[in-house]
């Protein structure tokens, strides 16, 4: 499977606990990037990464998130203490430059 | 104003009609375009992408405007299998997508 993998597909948690997700892209891709998604709205954008480095990250992400991609392949997307307003699907993404991206199937949060 | 825009619908719209989306963007770096149509509890996935002025697949004709900041979406001879969300996105780095626009095809 050659495809952008995302784990895990499911994951729930008590508020106050903290959860780490993991997304391994497409290898020979060079960008790849996290959105956030609740129902009915688009993919919201939280932060992107070229190669190793985290070129941008939303204002809107609070301090209890944090992105890492340490060899500019796979990358994985923590919350700290989450709340219950995190329940959310998490999409991961990756492609070349200017070029359409590739989703994984992405890893619903609830927090409960 | 928001950095990419769409009417959220719904269109609902009775199988055969033609239906079109149009999409604002406010940044007039942004050089390639794209929809994406996402399912139900599905992720995106690209549709068509737009690199000039415009892209035809099928029924699937994609346009791209400079001057006004939007590109438009139209599907001809709608099908059953049309329903979905579909977003446009700009290509500036961050790759924002707009909220999507709704479509159910009615029998």
């Known amino acids: 499977d050659t495809g952008v993998s995302q784990d895990p597909r499911h994951k729930i948690t008590k508020r106050g606990q903290n959860v780490t997700f993991r997304c391994d892209p497409i290898s020979e891709h060079n960008r790849l990037y996290w959105y956030r998604q609740t129902l009915g709205q688009g993919p919201e954008f939280l932060t992107y990464?070229?190669?190793?480095?985290?070129?941008?990250k939303s204002r809107l992400l609070s301090d209890r998130f944090s992105a890492e991609r340490p060899k500019g392949s796979f990358s994985t997307l923590e919350i700290q203490r989450t709340e219950q307003g995190d329940s959310a699907m998490y999409l991961c993404a990756s492609s070349l430059t200017n070029s359409p991206l590739h989703f994984g199937n992405g890893t619903r949060l609830t927090v409960t | 104003r928001k950095e990419v825009e769409q009417d959220p619908g719904p269109f609902n719209v009775p199988e055969g009609a033609t239906v079109a989306f149009n999409c604002t963007y406010s940044?007039?770096?942004?050089?390639?375009f794209f929809w994406y149509r996402q399912d139900c509890r599905k992720e995106p996935k690209l549709l068509m992408s737009?690199?000039?002025s415009g892209n035809e697949d099928g029924r699937f004709t994609a346009q791209l405007n400079r001057a006004s900041q939007y590109i438009s979406l139209l599907i001809r001879d709608s099908k059953l299998s049309d329903s979905a969300t579909y977003l446009c996105v700009g290509d500036y780095d961050k790759v924002i997508f707009g909220p999507g626009t709704s479509l159910s095809v009615i029998p």
């Open positions: 737009v690199y000039s």
């Open positions: 940044n007039s770096a942004s050089q390639s």
């Open positions: 990464f070229q190669n190793e480095a985290q070129l941008e």
